[in-house]
Every structure is written in structure tokens, then in C-alpha cells.
């Protein structure tokens, strides 16, 4: 799975967008980007993911950039309740049955405080 | 409501004192897992499941043991917890197909002394 590398913290004005950015220059042409969440100790919650194309849902917005070596997650209207650590993770869909399947390998992520 | 539960939340136990850690989730996923969350060292899978009667070794299972004889349910047992295995552990499922969106539960913190 390709490495990446996020800012380790980021402050935010509540109702303001947080723009969050991942940068994954080993990337594979079968490899996803997935943000995923973790409020204070709670379970981690996944997010969004995109291959290539932007995505959004009700959530948020994921832009990839064309050469898909970095993305930026975006809370359009930060709350307080965002206020946790953010994780970007790259990895490839896999095989049901393989070794890997389902693993998702969080690194340190980004601690996003939005402030009033 | 779709949910993935663990019991107990909260545990203190002692070194040697056998105990399990209950999981169980309602979506009828095959696939379930075990994490543990460590300062400095982020999630770090145990063990995880298949489908029932099928698991496997995930990075780091030493000290640890599972079962899957349901769907539902993914039980990790610790036969003789030491002090190095106080930890925060999360159990997940996903659904076959979907490997990228994990439903994981709300944590056990469990201390041993």
C-alpha cells in the first residue's frame, strides 16, 4: 500500500471549510484514497473514497488531483462536533479470500480542531 | 441500526486472568476484525475473519485468540493478558465486495496490571 504523508495537526473556525490535504506520491494506478475519522477514542468512521474522479456525499467532498499523487479533504461547513483526527489511507481494493483483504493500515493522521 | 457492539467497554484486570472481549454486529457482514490503538503506533490489526469458521493472523497476534462460530459474533480472547497488551482495541466488519468502508465498534480500553 502506498505511504502517505498528512500535516499532523490544522485548526479550523467553526462554520468555515476545512480543507485537508494527504499527499500519496507512490500511488498505484489500482489504489484508492479513503479518509476515514476518529472522534476522540470512539471507533474509526469512515468517510469518502475516490479512485480518480472527485466524490462527494453528505459528508464531504474528496478532490483528487489528476496526477493523483496528493488530495484534499473537505468539511464544507466545519462544526465542533469535526474536532478529531483525521486519517488518509491508500490501498487497493483486494480479493475477497486475500491476505490483505479488508486490513486498512492507519497512520498518525491529522488532529483537526475547529475552534468558535 | 446498523451497529458493530463490543463488551465490555471498560476492563482492569490483572496479569495471567483470563477474559474475553465480546463483538458482535448486526449487518450480517462476513468479513470482522480485531484492532488495537496504541499512542504513537495507530491501529494495528489482530486477527480477523473471513466468514465463520475462517480467520487468520492479522500483524500483530501474539497473546491473542479468536473464534467466528457465528456471522455475527467475533470474540477475542486474551488466555493470559500481560501489562504490554493494555490497550485500546476496536473491533470492524464490512460486507464482501465493500473493503474500504469498515463499521468498527466503539472500543474497549482495557488495562492490565
Known amino acids: 500500500d502506498a505511504k502517505t504523508t498528512q500535516p499532523p495537526s490544522m485548526d479550523c473556525a467553526e462554520g468555515r471549510a476545512a480543507n485537508l490535504p494527504c499527499n500519496h506520491s507512490?500511488?498505484?494506478?489500482?489504489?484508492?484514497v479513503y479518509w476515514y475519522r476518529q472522534i476522540h477514542s470512539q471507533g474509526p468512521q469512515y468517510i469518502i473514497h475516490?479512485?480518480?474522479n472527485n466524490e462527494t456525499n453528505e459528508m464531504a467532498s474528496l478532490i483528487i488531483t489528476e496526477d493523483r499523487k496528493s488530495s484534499t479533504l473537505i468539511l464544507p461547513h466545519a462544526t465542533l462536533r469535526d474536532t478529531a483526527v483525521y486519517y488518509c489511507?491508500?490501498?487497493?481494493?483486494?480479493?475477497?479470500?486475500?491476505?490483505?483483504?479488508?486490513?486498512?493500515?492507519f497512520g498518525q493522521g491529522t488532529i483537526l480542531t475547529v475552534h468558535p | 441500526e446498523a451497529q458493530v457492539t463490543q463488551n465490555p467497554r471498560y476492563l482492569i484486570t490483572v496479569t495471567g486472568k483470563k477474559l474475553t472481549v465480546t463483538c458482535s454486529q448486526n449487518?450480517?457482514?462476513?468479513?470482522m476484525s480485531w484492532y488495537r490503538q496504541d499512542p504513537g503506533l495507530g491501529l494495528r490489526q489482530i486477527y480477523y475473519?473471513?466468514?465463520?469458521?475462517?480467520?487468520d493472523k492479522g500483524d500483530v497476534p501474539e497473546g491473542y485468540k479468536v473464534s467466528r462460530k457465528e456471522k455475527r459474533n467475533f470474540p477475542l480472547i486474551l488466555e493470559s493478558p500481560s501489562p504490554n497488551q493494555t490497550s485500546l482495541y476496536f473491533c470492524?466488519?464490512?460486507?464482501?465486495?465493500?473493503?474500504?468502508?469498515?463499521?468498527f465498534g466503539p472500543g474497549t480500553r482495557l488495562t492490565v496490571t
Open positions: 489511507i491508500v490501498r487497493a481494493l483486494s480479493v475477497a479470500g486475500g491476505t490483505s483483504y479488508g486490513k486498512l493500515t
Open positions: 507512490t500511488i498505484s494506478g489500482n489504489e484508492y
Open positions: 475516490g479512485l480518480k
Open positions: 449487518m450480517n457482514h462476513e468479513y
Open positions: 475473519s473471513m466468514n465463520v469458521e475462517v480467520t
Open positions: 470492524a466488519s464490512n460486507p464482501p465486495g465493500q473493503s474500504y468502508e469498515q463499521y
